[in-house]
């Protein structure tokens, strides 16, 4: 019997037509793919950006951390990186939340840390809020916040009280802070002596206020009294006033 090695031309025929037609649809394929890149790219970039609540960062430093990235500002990124990875921590921010509002808008709610001041200790800074608990631990000192001395510590812990013997220390801290706030006045920095009697350093000026009797009145008066010490050394003693009419003196280093 003779074996026929000859090929069907219709088979080959059929071959050649599937090849074709999947060389077609990996084609198409790859237009729909490179269609969908260029809407995506287009309709959803996030454009419009709204933050709120941040005080110790820029709207651009927050803006930068949260649409971080190569694909940062996709809408389409940005939400399954929130839904299912969050956002990475930032010093001093409790929280932040992330909505976006249509495909090219995002809002951002910053939630900072309530803190009241900051000690040195260890080569660190120290920020604590109003319960003595400390929040954060940085290289870096933050602008706004009174910076305290005179505290001694034998040791600190994160997320815990600071270890001073008179707890309710932390609560008139907070209370200058607003009252200076309050009064417009900056300060370099509170110290505080071992009968936690306060001082207030305003360069080469330093304000003993003593106790914290009066201390609203005492702050009140001193924002008219330190334009006038300006560009002299010395102590301006507040710590006998007692009342409406009492006369401080300045000594002069």
Known sequence: MALDYSRN??????????GLGVLIGF???????CIAILVIKSEFTITSVDITGNEHYS???????????RYGHNSIYLYIKCRFFGVEDVPFVEKMDVELLSPTEVKIRVYEKAVAGYVEYLGHYLYFDK????????TQQIEGLPFVTGLDFDYITLH?????????VFRL????????????????????DNNYNITLYFGQVRVFLGTSDYIDEKINRLRFILPELEGHSGVL?????EGEGDKFTFSRD
């Open 9 to 18: 031309p219709e088979g080959t025929g059929g071959t050649g037509k599937k």
């Open 27 to 33: 084609f198409v394929a790859f237009v729909l793919i």
């Open 237 to 241: 003693h507040m710590e006998n006033y």
């Open 160 to 168: 815990e009280k600071l270890p001073v013997e008179k707890e309710d």
């Open 59 to 69: 709207a651009d430093e927050i803006e930068d951390h949260v649409l971080n990235g």
């Open 131 to 138: 319960d003595g608990i400390v929040v954060e631990s940085s």
């Open 173 to 192: 801290i907070l209370n200058i802070t607003q009252l200076l706030t309050k009064y417009k006045i900056e300060t370099d920095k509170i110290y505080f």
